[in-house]
């Protein structure tokens, strides 16, 4: 008999959690809980991450998704929202077509994903990523790499400019 | 069935039905923003998946960090832009304010 072994049991846990808390983003009626909701997607896909033996892409994900965006998106939500009327500030429209748009993109990729014949290699025991990614991003990713600091500055400006107030003298 | 790549795109592609249908339906420009960060986390899934199961050298996880990057700089981006929408409109409904619309 084959059983299940605890990591597959694992894996499938944490796959419910993640979905049914993406699933709590998409269609809670307030917009609080939607953000909290988006803190359990990103921890069950950094446990994800953790399965597919990426450990540095997993602790940068908790350290920037869940300590950063997560913490922005909160305040932004608390600082555009009277507490009074935020049961009703997240409504959605076009439900009807956005799941017709969605069963069609959705069946069209379920399709590819179950019907290619993907290439897989056996995966191998999980090792310690960072030595390789440091190695890549000092080798073959220099280039993106330096433009990702132009990136972030710029967007650290633009940021800083969009969102201070203007000084009327 | 032990685990394999089938089960990340497919796990990926649920995050990213729902993400689109939160991008489709919403009228909260924050809660739009939110259906984005879950778009682009299934595409992460995507990336690793791949980078362990098929090709199983480093170039998935570089790209997966690039994507987090990016969308670092999106969320703050965007959401300095939405509250000078708010300053400006009182609202971040999306239907709200529509003075570009011709």
């Excluded at chain 1, 694992?10 to 049914?20: D, K, M, P, R, S």
């Excluded at chain 2, 939110?34 to 170039?59: H, K, P, Q, T, W």
């Excluded at chain 2, 981006?77 to 011709?102: H, K, M, P, S």
């Amino acid at each position: 008999m084959s059983g299940v072994s605890i990591g597959d049991l694992l894996f499938y846990v944490i796959a419910a959690v993640t979905v049914v808390s993406a699933a709590g983003v998409a269609f809670s009626p307030n917009i609080v809980y939607s953000a909290f909701s988006l803190m359990g997607t990103f921890m069950g896909v950094a446990a994800l991450y953790v399965f597919l033996a990426a450990d540095f892409v997993a602790v940068v994900q908790v350290l920037i998704y869940v300590g950063g965006i997560l913490v922005l998106t909160l305040f932004a939500v608390m600082l555009t929202h009277r507490i009074a009327d935020v049961r009703v500030s997240n409504r959605s429209v076009g439900r009807l077509p956005a799941l017709l748009i969605i069963a069609l993109v959705g069946g069209v990729m379920a399709k590819a994903v179950l019907g290619a014949r993907w290439h897989t290699v056996a995966a191998g025991t999980p090792a310690p990523t960072t030595y390789g990614i440091g190695n890549a991003f000092l080798g073959d990713y220099i280039l993106p790499f330096e433009l990702a600091s132009v990136v972030l500055l710029a967007a650290l400006i633009g940021a800083v400019v969009l969102s201070r107030k203007e000084l009327k003298e | 069935m032990a685990v394999g790549l089938a089960h990340y795109l497919i796990v990926s592609l649920i995050i990213f039905a729902l993400g689109l249908y939160c991008v489709l339906t919403r009228r909260n420009a924050i809660g739009i923003l939110m259906g984005v960060e879950l778009v682009l986390n299934s595409a992460n899934i995507n990336y690793l998946a791949f980078s362990r199961y098929g090709s199983g050298n480093y170039d998935g996880q570089v790209f997966a960090i690039f994507v987090i990057m990016l969308a670092a700089a999106e969320a703050a981006i965007g959401l300095a832009i939405v509250l000078g929408i708010y300053q400006t409109f009182q609202t971040i409904d999306v239907e709200a304010t529509e003075t570009l619309r011709g």
